[in-house]
């Protein structure tokens, strides 16, 4: 397999509820060309992963947003 730039970089993501951490650290890439997706049962925390982060950085390609 070649060495690819990640397209995704997803980078030490939290997400808290008040003093609650639901989520501690995700970080993964995700290369041009590849299939990613979350599973899991209902209530696992796959929306809390994709949206509304308290902490941690996405890169898409070249574009970088952050939370702190």
């Not at 290369?31 to 902490?55: C, Q, W, Y």
Request: net charge positive.
């Amino acid at each position: 397999m070649r060495n690819v730039e990640p397209v995704i970089t997803v980078d030490g993501l939290v997400k808290r509820y008040k003093s609650t951490v639901a989520v501690r650290n995700v970080s993964f890439s995700v290369a041009r060309g590849e299939i990613f997706g979350l599973l899991g049962r209902n209530g696992a925390g796959k929306t809390t992963r994709v949206l509304g982060f308290s902490a941690g950085a996405v890169v898409l390609s070249a574009l970088t947003f952050g939370w702190e």
